[in-house]
């Protein structure tokens, strides 16, 4: 008798679940159905979704039972921010990639060989060094002249005179050349040195592009 009992009870669940299914798919019932998960972790199955769930990640159940789509959870302003930023990064990335791509590409066509660049290289240094040489020349007779200049003003220190305004400002405005003159050099000295250094990686990559690549040390 028990087990008729029991028989019976998984017929009507049975039923049941037939009833339930014929009723989703019944020309009455909604042509889409909604899935999807609370923040509670509780699955909940509805022709429309409540407004408080509307930013949920939840699936779209056609009237066959096929999950057609999936609609993702609303993302909140720190992840859109994350988002965007990594977008950033991305044509960040790609516009470095090509600007390297075309500069290889110009690299290979402005040079015949890597003695054509390293002519250019040493074209380069000598224009430099030849500004440098003539501030040089002009630095020594500023220094000449500022000597004098302090010469004859330390005669009227010594003889109990006052030094003439116009010396002390010719002794003065000599100084700034000559500072202006030291830094101008210093300056370009610098630009040299990263003329070389810059030249001298283009000749490493130079060779790399073009097959030619040797163990031995950068040509200086």
Sequence with gaps: MLHSGLKLGAQCGLLASIGFALCLLSPQASAKLFKWVDENGNVHYSDSVPPQHVNRKREVINESGVRSVVVDEAKSKEE?????????????????????????????????????????RDRNIES???????????LGGLRLDLEELVREAATFERSGKKTPKLLKTQIAETRRKIDEAEAYIKEKRIEQEKVRNEFNQDLELYRILTGTQRTNATAR
Excluded: C, G, P, W
């Design 80 to 120: 859109l921010i994350t988002e965007r930023q990594q977008e950033a990064l991305r044509k960040k990335e790609e516009e470095r990639q090509r600007k390297a791509e075309q500069y290889q590409r110009n690299l290979i066509a402005n040079y015949r060989d890597e003695r054509d660049l390293i002519a250019t």
């Design 128 to 138: 430099i060094q030849v500004s440098i040489n003539f501030v040089e020349a002009n």
